[in-house]
């Protein structure tokens, strides 16, 4: 009976020790080579291209909340509708309806969004 998990045992043993190897390379390396050299001009802000004027903790817009909201109503929709239209013959009236619900779930997210200004790009 355990030799059936061995294989499962022996891939764990395996991963955890090419990560282990990987992070004491890795810290032994910048030790080694001395990377860590502070710099004013490495340590200024890249992401935006300008210092930082207001506060980190400051209010987002909802318009930040509604695109992340639009991406999932979209996203869900292309991955549960391709895999369920392929075997939607083998699986019957039952699973037509139960999609039509999420579906009508989805649509209800999207007139949310469209009722916000969502899809309005400034």
């Known amino acids: ?16 020790l090419i990560g282990g190897a990987a992070l004491v390379a ?23 291209g300008f210092e930082a004027f207001e506060d980190a903790r400051m209010k ?21 509708f391709f895999p369920w239209a392929v075997v939607l013959s083998d699986l019957g009236v039952s699973a037509f309806w139960a999609m039509m619900v999420f579906l009508g779930i989805l649509v209800v997210g999207f007139i949310y969004e469209w009722r916000k200004g969502a899809l309005e790009w400034e």
């Not at 009976?1 to 955890?16: D, R, T």
């Not at 032994?28 to 502070?38: H, Q």
């Open 60 to 80: 987002f817009d909802v318009r930040y909340y509604l695109v992340a909201i639009l991406f999932i109503i979209f996203d869900l929709e292309i991955a549960f």
């Open 1 to 16: 009976m355990l030799e059936l998990y061995f294989p499962i045992f022996l891939f764990v043993v395996v991963g955890v």
């Open 26 to 48: 890795s810290f032994g390396i910048s030790e080694i080579l001395k990377t860590r050299r502070p710099d004013s001009e490495k340590s200024s802000p890249f992401e935006c």
